[in-house]
């Protein structure tokens, strides 16, 4: 249930924060959402903390996204 929960909010922040922004704020977004599903499912499965899971890869996640959206912005995509 945890991780259903922890997917329903990831993936509404990222339908909120996604609209009209540049690609570095798309990229962290998404890629903190993603991070969080993920994180949260690994979580689960080693050792049953979501919440530590979901925290880390949202971390992990948006630092990735930005930096790959962010290289986007300054090569004009």
Do not use: H, P, W
Not at 16 to 28: K, Q
Not at 44 to 52: A, L, P, Q, S, Y
């Amino acid at each position: 249930m945890k991780i259903i929960l922890t997917s329903i909010v990831a993936l509404s922040f990222v339908s909120c924060t996604t609209t009209g922004s540049n690609n570095a704020t798309t990229g962290a977004a998404g890629g903190g959402a993603l991070g969080a599903i993920t994180g949260a499912i690994i979580g689960n499965n080693t050792d049953g903390n979501v919440t530590k899971g979901a925290l880390i890869g949202a971390g992990v996640g948006a630092a990735g996204g930005y930096a790959v959206g962010n290289e986007q912005d300054k090569r004009g995509y």
